[in-house]
Protein backbone atom coordinates (compact mmCIF):
# COMPACT_ATOMS: atom_id res chain seq x y z
CA UNK A 1 0.00 0.00 0.00
CA UNK A 2 1.29 3.20 -1.05
CA UNK A 3 1.58 6.17 0.96
CA UNK A 4 -0.83 7.84 -0.96
CA UNK A 5 -3.21 5.16 -0.57
CA UNK A 6 -2.74 5.44 3.03
CA UNK A 7 -3.60 9.18 2.77
CA UNK A 8 -6.50 8.70 0.59
CA UNK A 9 -8.46 5.88 2.32
CA UNK A 10 -7.88 8.24 5.77
CA UNK A 11 -9.39 10.97 4.42
CA UNK A 12 -12.42 9.09 3.05
CA UNK A 13 -12.95 7.42 6.65
CA UNK A 14 -13.13 10.55 8.52
CA UNK A 15 -15.29 12.42 5.85
CA UNK A 16 -17.53 8.72 6.75
CA UNK A 17 -16.65 8.98 10.51
CA UNK A 18 -17.83 12.98 10.79
CA UNK A 19 -20.60 12.43 8.76
CA UNK A 20 -22.02 9.65 10.29
CA UNK A 21 -21.33 11.11 14.04
CA UNK A 22 -23.21 14.09 12.43
CA UNK A 23 -26.29 12.64 11.72
CA UNK A 24 -27.92 9.80 13.51
CA UNK A 25 -30.12 8.80 11.04
CA UNK A 26 -27.03 7.23 8.97
CA UNK A 27 -26.57 3.87 9.01
CA UNK A 28 -24.22 3.16 6.30
CA UNK A 29 -21.93 5.10 4.07
CA UNK A 30 -20.01 3.36 0.90
CA UNK A 31 -17.79 5.63 -1.25
CA UNK A 32 -16.14 3.25 -4.06
CA UNK A 33 -14.72 4.23 -7.49
CA UNK A 34 -17.22 4.44 -10.84
CA UNK A 35 -16.28 1.24 -11.35
CA UNK A 36 -17.71 -0.13 -8.38
CA UNK A 37 -14.56 -0.92 -6.56
CA UNK A 38 -15.03 -0.14 -2.74
CA UNK A 39 -12.36 2.54 -1.00
CA UNK A 40 -14.15 2.64 2.04
CA UNK A 41 -17.37 1.41 4.25
CA UNK A 42 -18.74 1.93 7.58
CA UNK A 43 -21.35 0.38 8.97
CA UNK A 44 -23.44 0.87 12.27
CA UNK A 45 -24.67 -2.49 13.96
CA UNK A 46 -28.28 -2.39 12.66
CA UNK A 47 -26.89 -3.22 9.55
CA UNK A 48 -23.82 -5.18 10.14
CA UNK A 49 -24.76 -8.13 7.81
CA UNK A 50 -24.90 -5.92 4.68
CA UNK A 51 -21.98 -6.66 2.09
CA UNK A 52 -19.74 -4.43 1.34
CA UNK A 53 -19.14 -5.34 -2.18
CA UNK A 54 -22.57 -6.21 -3.24
CA UNK A 55 -23.71 -2.45 -1.61
CA UNK A 56 -21.42 -0.49 -3.78
CA UNK A 57 -21.50 -2.91 -6.87
CA UNK A 58 -25.37 -2.83 -6.79
CA UNK A 59 -26.04 0.99 -5.53
CA UNK A 60 -23.80 1.60 -8.69
CA UNK A 61 -25.53 -0.51 -11.21
CA UNK A 62 -28.70 1.07 -9.73
CA UNK A 63 -27.92 4.59 -10.43
CA UNK A 64 -26.46 3.76 -13.84
CA UNK A 65 -29.53 2.37 -14.76
CA UNK A 66 -31.45 5.18 -13.22
CA UNK A 67 -29.58 8.39 -15.10
CA UNK A 68 -30.35 6.20 -18.22
CA UNK A 69 -33.96 5.60 -17.13
CA UNK A 70 -34.33 9.47 -16.93
CA UNK A 71 -32.68 10.48 -19.65
CA UNK A 72 -34.94 8.12 -21.72
CA UNK A 73 -37.90 9.21 -19.99
CA UNK A 74 -37.52 12.95 -19.08
CA UNK A 75 -34.99 13.93 -21.71
CA UNK A 76 -32.83 15.55 -18.12
CA UNK A 77 -30.09 14.96 -16.11
CA UNK A 78 -30.32 12.80 -12.88
CA UNK A 79 -29.44 14.54 -9.95
CA UNK A 80 -30.45 11.94 -7.16
CA UNK A 81 -31.67 8.24 -6.69
CA UNK A 82 -33.03 6.74 -3.53
CA UNK A 83 -34.93 4.13 -2.71
CA UNK A 84 -36.85 2.43 0.36
CA UNK A 85 -37.78 -0.37 2.15
CA UNK A 86 -40.34 -1.42 5.27
CA UNK A 87 -36.87 -0.07 7.68
CA UNK A 88 -34.53 1.35 5.37
CA UNK A 89 -33.71 4.16 3.09
CA UNK A 90 -31.01 4.05 0.10
CA UNK A 91 -29.70 6.62 -1.42
CA UNK A 92 -26.95 7.33 -4.37
CA UNK A 93 -24.70 9.40 -6.35
CA UNK A 94 -22.89 9.37 -8.92
CA UNK A 95 -19.81 11.90 -9.39
CA UNK A 96 -17.01 12.28 -12.18
CA UNK A 97 -14.48 10.01 -10.02
CA UNK A 98 -16.56 8.08 -6.99
CA UNK A 99 -19.47 6.41 -6.40
CA UNK A 100 -21.51 6.65 -2.93
CA UNK A 101 -24.08 5.12 -0.87
CA UNK A 102 -25.71 5.97 2.01
CA UNK A 103 -28.13 3.76 4.29
CA UNK A 104 -30.58 5.73 6.35
CA UNK A 105 -33.01 4.73 9.35
CA UNK A 106 -35.98 5.32 7.43
CA UNK A 107 -38.32 6.41 10.49
CA UNK A 108 -35.83 8.82 11.87
CA UNK A 109 -35.15 10.14 8.34
CA UNK A 110 -38.25 10.96 7.05
CA UNK A 111 -39.06 12.67 10.15
CA UNK A 112 -36.08 14.85 9.82
CA UNK A 113 -36.52 15.05 5.68
CA UNK A 114 -35.19 13.26 2.75
CA UNK A 115 -33.84 16.36 1.23
CA UNK A 116 -31.55 16.93 4.32
CA UNK A 117 -30.02 14.01 3.29
CA UNK A 118 -29.44 14.26 -0.09
CA UNK A 119 -27.85 17.39 0.90
CA UNK A 120 -25.71 15.65 3.15
CA UNK A 121 -24.62 12.99 0.39
CA UNK A 122 -23.95 15.18 -2.31
CA UNK A 123 -21.88 17.13 -0.11
CA UNK A 124 -19.70 13.97 0.97
CA UNK A 125 -19.37 12.73 -2.37
CA UNK A 126 -18.34 16.07 -4.08
CA UNK A 127 -15.59 16.03 -0.99
CA UNK A 128 -14.46 12.42 -1.56
CA UNK A 129 -14.37 13.40 -5.06
CA UNK A 130 -11.71 15.96 -4.92
CA UNK A 131 -9.87 13.75 -2.89
CA UNK A 132 -9.66 10.80 -5.15
CA UNK A 133 -8.71 13.54 -7.73
CA UNK A 134 -5.72 14.58 -6.09
CA UNK A 135 -4.61 11.20 -4.93
CA UNK A 136 -2.14 8.42 -7.33
CA UNK A 137 -4.76 6.34 -7.07
CA UNK A 138 -6.21 7.78 -10.62
CA UNK A 139 -3.02 6.61 -12.14
CA UNK A 140 -3.52 3.36 -10.66
CA UNK A 141 -7.35 2.67 -11.63
CA UNK A 142 -7.60 -0.63 -13.30
CA UNK A 143 -10.13 0.83 -15.87
CA UNK A 144 -7.94 3.66 -16.76
CA UNK A 145 -4.91 0.97 -17.32
CA UNK A 146 -6.81 -1.64 -19.74
CA UNK A 147 -8.47 1.27 -21.86
CA UNK A 148 -4.31 2.01 -22.49
CA UNK A 149 -3.64 -1.61 -22.61
CA UNK A 150 -6.29 -2.11 -25.31
CA UNK A 151 -6.27 1.43 -27.11
CA UNK A 152 -8.31 -0.12 -30.09
CA UNK A 153 -11.49 -1.06 -28.20
CA UNK A 154 -14.51 -0.99 -29.33
CA UNK A 155 -16.91 -1.77 -26.11
CA UNK A 156 -15.47 -1.92 -22.60
CA UNK A 157 -17.75 -2.92 -19.69
CA UNK A 158 -17.78 -3.59 -16.42
CA UNK A 159 -20.96 -5.86 -15.18
CA UNK A 160 -22.00 -6.76 -11.71
CA UNK A 161 -22.90 -10.32 -11.39
CA UNK A 162 -26.37 -9.85 -11.58
CA UNK A 163 -25.76 -8.85 -15.02
CA UNK A 164 -26.74 -5.35 -14.23
CA UNK A 165 -24.44 -2.18 -15.90
CA UNK A 166 -21.73 -0.59 -13.78
CA UNK A 167 -19.79 1.18 -16.39
CA UNK A 168 -20.02 1.08 -20.01
CA UNK A 169 -17.61 2.55 -22.99
CA UNK A 170 -19.12 2.37 -26.12
CA UNK A 171 -20.35 4.64 -29.64
CA UNK A 172 -24.15 5.14 -27.65
CA UNK A 173 -25.70 2.86 -29.58
CA UNK A 174 -25.54 -0.37 -27.57
CA UNK A 175 -28.63 -1.33 -24.98
CA UNK A 176 -26.64 -1.23 -21.82
CA UNK A 177 -29.02 -2.92 -20.00
CA UNK A 178 -29.69 -5.93 -22.50
CA UNK A 179 -25.99 -6.49 -22.98
CA UNK A 180 -25.47 -6.75 -18.99
CA UNK A 181 -27.68 -9.17 -18.56
CA UNK A 182 -26.57 -11.40 -21.44
CA UNK A 183 -22.49 -11.14 -20.26
CA UNK A 184 -23.61 -12.00 -16.79
CA UNK A 185 -25.64 -15.18 -18.29
CA UNK A 186 -22.25 -16.33 -19.54
CA UNK A 187 -20.68 -16.41 -16.70
CA UNK A 188 -23.52 -17.85 -14.89
CA UNK A 189 -23.94 -20.89 -17.50
CA UNK A 190 -19.95 -21.37 -16.90
CA UNK A 191 -20.29 -21.90 -13.62
CA UNK A 192 -23.31 -24.53 -14.55
CA UNK A 193 -21.90 -26.22 -17.20
CA UNK A 194 -18.25 -26.44 -15.67
CA UNK A 195 -18.97 -26.39 -12.15
CA UNK A 196 -16.23 -23.59 -11.54
CA UNK A 197 -16.18 -20.01 -12.02
CA UNK A 198 -15.52 -18.55 -15.38
CA UNK A 199 -12.16 -17.27 -16.15
CA UNK A 200 -12.38 -15.79 -19.81
CA UNK A 201 -14.63 -16.50 -22.80
CA UNK A 202 -13.77 -15.20 -26.49
CA UNK A 203 -16.52 -14.94 -29.26
CA UNK A 204 -15.34 -14.52 -32.53
CA UNK A 205 -17.22 -13.05 -35.54
CA UNK A 206 -17.48 -10.85 -38.46
CA UNK A 207 -16.09 -7.40 -37.40
CA UNK A 208 -15.32 -7.86 -33.98
CA UNK A 209 -13.45 -9.83 -30.88
CA UNK A 210 -15.17 -10.08 -27.81
CA UNK A 211 -13.14 -10.90 -24.79
CA UNK A 212 -15.52 -11.70 -21.28
CA UNK A 213 -13.69 -11.64 -18.23
CA UNK A 214 -14.25 -12.66 -14.65
CA UNK A 215 -12.75 -9.08 -13.23
CA UNK A 216 -13.87 -10.62 -9.73
CA UNK A 217 -16.49 -12.24 -7.23
CA UNK A 218 -18.80 -9.46 -8.05
CA UNK A 219 -17.99 -8.04 -11.65
CA UNK A 220 -17.61 -9.03 -15.01
CA UNK A 221 -15.23 -7.24 -17.52
CA UNK A 222 -16.02 -7.05 -21.32
CA UNK A 223 -13.78 -6.04 -24.23
CA UNK A 224 -14.40 -6.04 -28.11
CA UNK A 225 -11.41 -5.04 -30.70
CA UNK A 226 -11.94 -5.08 -34.36
CA UNK A 227 -11.86 -8.40 -36.05
CA UNK A 228 -8.63 -7.39 -38.05
CA UNK A 229 -6.89 -7.37 -34.65
CA UNK A 230 -6.96 -10.82 -33.78
CA UNK A 231 -3.22 -11.58 -34.11
CA UNK A 232 -3.16 -9.53 -30.64
CA UNK A 233 -5.94 -11.15 -28.69
CA UNK A 234 -3.10 -12.87 -26.77
CA UNK A 235 -1.15 -10.21 -25.87
CA UNK A 236 -4.16 -8.35 -24.93
CA UNK A 237 -5.44 -11.08 -22.70
CA UNK A 238 -2.35 -11.01 -20.88
CA UNK A 239 -2.05 -7.70 -20.23
CA UNK A 240 -5.73 -7.22 -18.93
CA UNK A 241 -5.58 -10.14 -16.69
CA UNK A 242 -2.05 -8.71 -15.29
CA UNK A 243 -4.22 -5.84 -14.71
CA UNK A 244 -6.03 -7.63 -12.71
CA UNK A 245 -4.09 -9.57 -11.42
CA UNK A 246 -2.01 -6.63 -9.72
CA UNK A 247 -4.96 -4.55 -8.97
CA UNK A 248 -4.88 -6.11 -5.02
CA UNK A 249 -7.77 -4.28 -4.07
CA UNK A 250 -7.44 -5.69 -0.81
CA UNK A 251 -4.23 -4.30 -0.05
CA UNK A 252 -5.15 -1.06 -0.08
CA UNK A 253 -8.57 -1.24 1.42
CA UNK A 254 -10.76 -2.17 -1.61
CA UNK A 255 -12.52 -5.05 -1.21
Known amino acids: MSTSD ?11 DDTMEANGAILAVSVGTEIATN ?4 FKSEVANFSE ?13 SNSLFRNIAKGHLHSTYVTVDK ?28 KFNQVLSGL ?18 LVKIIRAVPSALFLG ?23 SQIAAMSNLTQIMLKKPMDYALLEGSGAIILVIQFDEERILTISIPENEKANVGQYLARIKEIIKNCDTKSIGFS
Open 53 to 65: LELIASSTSFQYI
Open 125 to 142: ALKANAYVETSEYLVQDP
Open 6 to 16: DELISQIEKLI
Open 39 to 42: ICTK
Open 158 to 180: IISKEGLPIKIIDNGTVQAAMVS
Open 88 to 115: YILLMNITKEVSVAMVLDRNFAEMEGIE
